[in-house]
């Protein structure tokens, strides 16, 4: 009989992580390297929130978007995570901001919101 009840009470939590996994952002994987970011552009769509998942294969880099007011750094052998709400539809730029060599200035990459 208490083996039943527990089983029972197990059901809703099993159903709301389900929901909560449905519901969470989608993940957009950009890595940083000199003097590039890969890829060089990614495509979101408008009012549908995502986590920019940030790594690096080289050494520290930053990435800093103004448009949406985001700027970290990204560290070698970890993942940053940016949750991002594309709220306003374009092309939008962001780049590296942690000097990183003779290529840093051109380190560039593109988020395209659609919509
Ligand atoms: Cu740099």
Do not use: W
């Not at 993942?79 to 709400?85: A, D, K, S």
Request: proline share 8%; with cysteine.
């Amino acid at each position: 009989m208490k083996r039943r009840a527990v089983l029972l009470s197990g059901l809703p939590l099993v159903a709301g992580a389900a929901h909560l996994a449905a519901q969470s952002p989608a993940e957009v994987r950009i890595s940083a390297r000199k003097f590039e970011y890969h890829p060089p552009k990614v495509t979101v769509k408008r009012n549908q929130p995502v986590v920019l998942v940030l790594t690096s294969e080289d050494r520290i880099h930053g990435f800093k978007m103004p448009d949406f007011g985001l700027r970290t750094d990204i560290v070698p052998g970890q993942e940053t995570r940016v949750p991002l709400m594309p709220d306003k539809a374009g092309s939008f730029t962001f780049f590296c901001d942690v000097f990183c060599g003779d290529g840093h200035e051109d380190m560039d990459g593109t988020i395209v919101v659609e919509g």
